[in-house]
């Protein structure tokens, strides 16, 4: 779900005419069957550039998919997700994870309760969602590449002026450099269907770089469940490390390292938040984290949290 509503948010950032985008991710949606209710660029666009500084916060939030209105997919849900800290998600499948990011990004708006930006409480369903986009990244467990340059890729939609230099430097960081100069034409190397094809962990190294150059005041983060083969997955887990370096992060967790080290975790079952504190507070009492987390250091490691 989140894929198509990336591809939708993509479209959007990289095709100056929004309405081409617009009508090209409505016919994704229609595919689907699942329309988005947010029309593209409307909102104000705050006047204050720094007015979000990546903290965001949810006050008994329900919402169900349009196209399901009798399901209730998160009940009274409140979190806060401040400044600088990095903020888990975990929980069952289906529970309610990525629907929170698809909040965020205001792909949909919630049906009751209120998400606010920014220590000046800014509401989301006032903010111009183009304006929105531009303060945040998401890396997604398979993203969605378009079938242009790996330049392209990395750096398309971006509001200012982007050169190569910039977009080495963050591929760098990315751990991505290495493997894109060893194509036959580098940075102009096509992907996608018509081009070359990428291995999932350089996909995902493509998308850090593009998340590291929009320098993102909120980095929305899904952890990959698949094992990649162990040299990538080293590599892909280097390159979100430096992207979640001094910066406010949510992430969908599936590894155990990631709870251990975020600032809280929130487990979601159902829709609803069922248990919220640090991995050593939730390990203390006799929950579902704490079974989540048993099943999987009895099991082999590499098996996610959640499934
Ligand atoms: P997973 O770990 O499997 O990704 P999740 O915790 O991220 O799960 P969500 O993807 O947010 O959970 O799904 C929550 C519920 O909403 C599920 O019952 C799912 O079937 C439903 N759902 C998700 N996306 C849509 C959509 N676009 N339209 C209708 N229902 C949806």
């Known amino acids: 779900t989140l894929q198509v509503a990336m591809a939708f948010a993509f479209l959007s950032s990289v095709y ?3 309405m081409q ?3 090209a991710s409505q016919r994704i949606f229609e595919l689907l069957d699942r329309s988005p209710l947010i029309k593209l660029n409307s909102g104000h666009v705050p006047a204050d550039e720094d007015s979000f500084d990546g903290s965001v916060e949810f006050e008994k939030v329900n919402f169900s998919y349009p196209t399901r209105p009798q399901t209730n997919v998160l009940t009274d849900v409140s979190l806060k997700i401040e400044k600088g800290k990095t903020i888990a998600l975990v929980g069952p499948s289906g529970g309610g ?4 990011f698809a909040l ?3 792909f949909y708006d919630p049906l009751s309760g209120s998400i606010t930006l920014g220590s000046k409480n800014l509401d989301l369903k006032s903010i111009n969602t183009n304006w929105l986009h531009s303060k945040i990244a998401l890396v997604s467990q398979e993203p969605v590449l378009f079938g242009g340059s790996v ?3 990395i750096s398309f939609g971006l509001n200012e002026e982007i050169d190569l230099e910039q977009v080495i430097e963050a591929s760098k960081l990315a751990n991505a450099h290495e493997f894109i100069i060893n194509f036959e034409k580098g940075y102009d190397t096509v992907v996608g269907e018509r ?3 990428l291995s999932g962990g350089q996909k995902q190294r493509i998308a850090i770089a593009r998340a590291l150059l929009v320098n993102p005041k909120l980095l929305l983060l899904d952890e990959a469940t698949s094992a990649l083969d162990s040299e990538s997955e080293n590599l892909v887990q280097e390159a979100i490390e ?3 370096k001094d910066r406010t992060v949510c992430v969908i967790a599936h590894r155990l390292s990631t709870v251990r080290n975020a600032d809280r975790v929130i487990v979601l079952e159902n829709g609803q938040i069922v248990e919220q504190g640090t991995h050593d507070e939730l390990c203390s009492i006799d929950g579902i984290y704490k079974r989540l987390v048993l099943r ?3 099991s082999k490691e590499t098996n996610p949290i959640d499934s």
């Open 16 to 18: 100056g005419d929004f």
């Open 21 to 23: 985008a617009l009508g």
């Open 97 to 100: 994870k990525s629907t929170i």
């Open 104 to 106: 965020i990004e205001r």
């Open 151 to 153: 330049k392209e890729n």
């Open 195 to 197: 081009g070359i094809r």
């Open 242 to 244: 430096r992207a979640m």
């Open 296 to 298: 999987q250091l009895m």
